[in-house]
């Protein structure tokens, strides 16, 4: 590829997710947002409007420009397979949106296709870019508290997804907790146990579509090390994202996020604070430029991503493995340093 003009690259998907990163590849120094794929016509001639680049309904029509440099995977769970062996195919680098897929035996089978190819392929847990969780990660690693004893992670949405939108979601470990477990390998790379929790206490049409409400998981790592996730698909005061990171000698903690520092003080209450920033989309927002420019940076120095396809591969093992804990009230043992086969299909209580 040209060193000497932005990388060319392709949106699949122009929903919520892909109105964040068309914005933020056309306003990267960088890249050039060329295609907007989506078979939804409409959504995406409305997004190419506003950010020049050409609407198309086909991955065909994608692949088929020989001056494309990556794309980025933002449409449905259920092309995110296909897009990927594509684009490795054709050299092309991708960052894809998690999960790889919700069935375990499809994301295999991708890796089994893509197996020794060196193009970059990112996958979009974000969370690892946001500069809080970072800088906690770093100096975790840097032996600021010692020994890593207990890594504790909050994650509550403001309100449940739609109804419509959990029937198809996978359930809540593999939509929402797998960012939580990603974060989790952040810290703790191998982890050899997972149990789980699940209750059904405030969302009718969520436990008909059999799927909980609200979980918590407790990971085990090869260490001795304590993780611990609590998720809610509701949190009356808004979108709570904390993290805390115990050691030997001391503890470091990410709190919320609100737009801004400013405290009141009155007769009616003290130390009144803004609301926390609404959803992913503000919270996040640093997390997914910072996510984007490090794919840049990846495809022009040909270095491989992080997180990859492996990682997505774990995340969505230690999902399954947290459901068969949650429905069989059983802890569930992983063999994740081996092969990702045997943290899915082989948990041994």
């Known amino acids: ?12 998907g122009s929903g919520r997710i892909g ?5 933020n590849i056309a306003a990267h120094p960088d890249l050039e947002l060329a295609w907007i794929a989506d078979p939804f016509i409409e959504g995406a001639r409305t997004l190419a409007a506003g950010t020049g680049a050409i609407a198309v309904e086909t991955a065909d029509e994608v692949f088929a420009n020989g001056d494309l440099d990556a794309v980025v995977i933002g449409s449905p769970t259920s092309t995110h397979v296909e897009l990927i062996s594509r684009a490795m195919a054709q050299g092309v680098a991708a960052l894809c949106e998690k999960p790889i897929d919700l069935d375990i035996d499809r994301a295999l089978a991708c ?5 020794g190819n060196n193009t970059p392929l990112m996958l979009g847990f974000n969370r690892r870019f946001d500069p809080n969780f970072a800088a906690i990660q770093r100096r975790v690693v840097a032996g600021e508290i010692g020994r890593l004893e207990q890594l504790t992670i909050i994650s509550r949405d403001p309100a449940p997804a739609p109804a419509a939108y959990i029937a198809t979601s996978g359930g809540i470990f593999r939509d929402m907790s797998i960012h939580d477990l990603d974060m989790a390998r952040f810290f703790v790379p191998d982890i050899v146990e997972v149990s789980a929790a699940g209750a059904n206490v405030f969302c009718d049409y969520i436990e008909e579509a059999g799927d909980f409400d609200s979980v918590v998981i407790t990971l085990r790592g090869r260490d001795g090390e304590l993780v611990t996730i609590t998720n809610s698909r509701h949190s009356a005061y808004g979108y709570d994202q904390r993290l805390e990171a115990f050691g030997s000698e001391g503890m470091l903690n990410a709190n919320n996020v609100a737009p801004t520092t400013v405290r009141k003080y009155g007769a009616a209450g003290a130390e009144e604070a803004d609301a926390y920033l609404p959803f992913f989309l503000e919270r996040y927002a640093e997390a997914y430029r910072n996510e984007l420019d490090s794919f840049a940076r990846a495809i022009r120095s040909g270095t491989a991503c992080s997180p990859g396809f492996d990682d997505g591969l774990q995340a969505l093992a230690l999902a399954n493995a947290a459901e068969e804990s949650a429905r069989s009230g059983r802890a569930v043992r992983i063999e994740n340093s081996v092969k990702v086969e045997n943290a899915v299909k082989i948990g041994q209580p």
């Not at 109105?19 to 914005?23: D, G, I, L």
């Not at 890796?111 to 197996?115: F, L, M």
């Open 19 to 23: 109105q964040v990163h068309a914005r």
């Open 1 to 12: 590829m040209s060193t000497d003009r932005p990388l060319k690259v392709a949106l699949f």
């Open 111 to 115: 890796r089994d296709v893509i197996k």
